[in-house]
């Protein structure tokens, strides 16, 4: 063989190395310089959501979500569609890989049912005192025969293997059935829509920018929930499994995909701007809710009266914390219009809230199906406070209110979701130290440092599906209300 196309090719490999330390030292700075700054539609700057959230509300946030209150969700786990079956969300596999990645979408996406019979035992006390309450809305799933209680903390959101073009199908019904959006405008990046040659979504854009507020903040609403599930698949992924026993962290590239400026074409860091808006949104909701709970009729119930006190101290805690943030969103800047047409868009948000709560049923997942639920009716019920303020501040001290009331399942899904939101936040500063050491690395010649000159990701992970994957809270490090030598969850067993 001649030495001149070798020489050539070692040229043009080493090249192409230059290349990727220039794009790998570069990166870090293109995601923080693009997600930053003051958000559209509010006067609130991103580097003041991180320090809020990191200081004051992630720690109490994640200690609260592993109460026995908040850890139990109702969910129709017998009723759903596998991974695999045929639906139209679905897509058949043609192929061994397409069944072994239905088989790994199986294991990994299955709801973890394991109880206790202290914990089954409770649940039914639990039902008999909120039977006791009076109930002014509707109660959905709650009373569902199929429905069942399911342990958050031994089901956490991550990456499950359910991806491709079923979980594009179910985010683009989420997309184009509710976000006001007529079908001949395409968002960007969709690939279930038809080539639009050099468009790369500024038409899109366009169209947005163009909306009423509350239209745009629908849209930025489901953007950024879309975003945070991703997040938290890219920092809770399948990294490997050794002898049975799987290994959970970061995924880089897999970050890099879905939100890097360069390979999203700048979609990326539009994505994780929503995502903080839609943080505001409901950290603005759990401040206006904050008189409900603090009347005396109010209690956590769980049959445990030291922890349920316990417990609400520390949620109003929270609540106290998030009425000290000085630059909440101004809900009263939406539906200001004329009355009449202000009650029809609140009642178009209410029933597309629904109709995706519906769709999120279709998922192939029970995993991404458990927490889209979750995560779909915390907003709902953030959105469902904010349009209530006259009623919370009438609320009477010592009786129910038939203006205004929340569940135990809608206060559970409330909790979780924001836990979710901060969650995402913290991981989000995670991928920057990450992409900064990496970037350390790259400067130092080692072009693909090892895993082990990583620092400390805890339990983060990712995913390789641009929808659902992975919707679950983190496992707390602290011990919980969990016998683990019998792989079963009770409740009321903390000491």
């Known amino acids: 063989m001649s030495r001149g196309p070798r020489r050539a090719g070692a040229g043009q490999g080493a090249a192409a190395a230059v290349q990727l330390l220039v794009t790998l030292s570069f990166l870090p700075s293109v995601v923080e310089a693009q997600v930053t700054g003051v958000l559209d539609d509010c006067l609130c700057d991103i580097d003041s959501i991180d320090n809020f959230n990191t200081f004051k509300i992630f720690p109490k946030i994640k200690k609260l979500q592993e109460r026995d209150y908040f850890r139990y969700y109702k969910s129709k786990i017998p009723v759903g569609i596998k991974a695999g079956s045929s639906n139209k969300y679905s897509k058949v596999?043609?192929?061994?890989?397409?069944?072994?990645?239905c088989e790994q979408a199986n294991k990994l996406g299955a709801i973890n049912s394991t109880l206790s019979n202290q914990s089954k035992e409770a649940f039914i006390d639990w039902a008999r005192y909120d039977d006791s309450q009076d109930h002014f809305c509707e109660l959905d799933d709650e009373r569902s025969p199929a429905a069942?209680?399911?342990?958050?903390l031994l089901n956490p959101e991550r990456y499950t293997g359910y991806k491709?073009?079923?979980?594009?199908?179910?985010?683009?019904?989420?997309?184009?059935?509710?976000?006001?959006?007529?079908?001949?405008?395409?968002r960007p990046l969709n690939p279930l829509a038809p080539s639009r040659g050099e468009d790369d979504g500024e038409s899109f854009y366009t169209w947005l920018e163009g909306l009423c507020l509350e239209k745009r903040v629908?849209?930025?609403?489901?953007?950024?929930?879309?975003?945070?599930?991703?997040?938290?698949?890219c920092a809770n992924y399948l990294l490997e499994e050794t002898w049975g026993k799987p290994s959970w962290g970061p995924n880089m590239k897999e970050f890099k995909r879905r939100f890097d400026p360069v390979e999203t074409k700048g979609e990326g860091p539009r994505r994780l701007k929503n995502l903080y808006f839609l943080y505001l949104i409901e950290l603005r909701a759990l401040s206006k809710v904050a008189p409900y709970f603090e009347r005396s009729i109010v209690d956590l119930y769980t049959g445990n009266v030291e922890e349920d006190a316990d417990t609400k101290t520390l949620l109003l805690n929270i609540f106290q914390d998030t009425r000290s943030f000085p630059m909440h969103f101004d809900e009263?800047?939406?539906?200001?219009?004329?009355?009449?047409?202000?009650?029809?868009?609140?009642?178009?948000?209410?029933?597309?809230?629904?109709n995706i709560s519906r769709i999120m049923d279709c998922v192939g997942c029970d995993k991404c199906r458990l927490w889209g639920k979750l995560q779909t009716q915390g907003l709902g019920t953030a959105l469902k406070i904010l349009f209530s303020?006259?009623?919370?501040?009438?609320?009477p001290e010592n009786s129910p209110s038939k203006g205004f009331q929340l569940t135990r399942q809608e206060i559970v899904a409330l909790l979780n979701a924001f836990g979710r939101l901060s969650t995402s936040i913290r991981e989000l500063q995670n991928f920057k130290v990450l992409l900064q050491h990496s970037r350390c690395h790259c400067e130092k010649g080692q072009l693909f440092p090892s895993t082990s000159a990583s620092p400390s990701a805890g339990s983060w992970g990712t995913a390789d599906s641009p929808a659902l994957g992975s919707l679950q809270p983190e496992v707390p490090a602290e011990p919980l209300a969990v016998h683990h030598s019998t792989q079963t969850a009770s409740v009321g067993s903390r000491k």
Request: aromatic letters at 14%; a positive charge.
């Open 93 to 101: 596999a043609n192929s061994t890989k397409e069944l072994e990645d």
């Open 148 to 152: 069942q209680y399911v342990d958050l």
């Open 164 to 186: 491709g073009s079923s979980a594009w199908r179910v985010w683009n019904s989420i997309y184009e059935e509710n976000c006001f959006k007529p079908r001949s405008v395409y």
């Open 218 to 233: 629908f849209y930025k609403l489901i953007s950024g929930l879309h975003a945070s599930i991703n997040l938290h698949l």
């Open 332 to 354: 009263k800047s939406m539906f200001a219009g004329d009355k009449k047409g202000a009650k029809s868009l609140k009642e178009e948000f209410r029933l597309h809230f629904k």
């Open 389 to 395: 303020e006259k009623e919370i501040q009438k609320l």
